[in-house]
């Protein structure tokens, strides 16, 4: 009991002064360093969760730091979640890419945060979606663009605090997909000179946080305790 005092008094003291508070994050590295950017994991280095692919869509673990690279601050062991085997042009729109499953039990207010890679012949949009039921999803937003290839684009942010069904939600759920551009039938490739091949998507630094400590309540704080007591 002390010890769980003791972490309920830290995480009000570390919201209070970050103003957030991190349910999920995934940074891809192994979880025992080994150098190596194409080994990695798919489990939450932060929190619970699962990440999996969806559409016919593989994955593999690439660099995190190729060319601009993500936010991670590791620097020798930084992997980023590698995906290709997107749709041929015309097909699949919004059917393939990243899905991320989160319980926000306890929680609201949600933000979603991550870094992107894009290559040459990869979509160059975009789509986040929500789900409520883990089964059904939504598009949230407009599309983000890429619009230049082989590049990272950081700190991509959806908030999701005005969707009352994303709090306190067990089956919470979001997907990142390749859209066809706006108005049209077909994918546009993120580089301006090239065309759309599939190419690959890559990401790092996924995070789901609760922004403010007003919104992190009782139930959410004990979650949070007993996350750290089992890693503890």
């Known amino acids: 009991m002390k010890i769980a005092a003791a972490l309920l008094v830290v995480v009000c003291a570390g919201a209070a002064a970050n103003a957030s508070v991190i349910l999920s994050q995934w940074n891809f590295n192994s979880t025992v360093g080994d150098a190596n950017t194409a080994t990695g994991v ?3 280095s932060v929190g619970a969760g699962t990440a999996l692919t969806v559409g016919g ?5 690439a660099s995190g730091q190729a060319g601009t690279g993500s936010t991670d601050p590791e620097l020798l062991d930084d992997s980023g979640f590698q995906t290709t085997t997107f749709p041929v042009q015309g097909a699949g729109n919004k059917t393939a890419g990243v899905q991320f499953n989160v319980s926000t039990v306890g929680f609201s207010n949600v933000i979603v945060s991550w870094d992107q890679r894009h290559s040459n012949t990869a979509s160059r949009f975009a789509q986040f979606q929500y789900s409520t039921d883990g ?3 939504n598009d949230f937003g407009a599309a983000f663009a890429g619009i230049t290839g082989d590049t990272w684009f950081n700190n991509r942010s959806i908030d999701l605090s005005s969707v009352a069904g994303v709090n306190n939600n ?3 759920a979001f997907r ?3 859209a066809f551009a706006a108005s049209t039938t077909a994918y546009t490739a993120s580089s301006p000179t090239g065309t759309y091949a599939g190419g690959t998507w890559r990401f790092d630094m996924v995070t789901v946080t609760v922004p403010t400590p007003g919104a992190l309540t009782l139930a959410g704080l004990g979650t949070l305790v007993a996350t750290r007591r089992r890693r503890a």
């Open 176 to 178: 990142i997909v390749a």
């Open 57 to 61: 869509v593989t994955s593999a673990f």
């Open 170 to 172: 067990a089956s919470f």
């Open 42 to 44: 798919n489990t939450p």
């Open 135 to 137: 089964t059904t999803f």
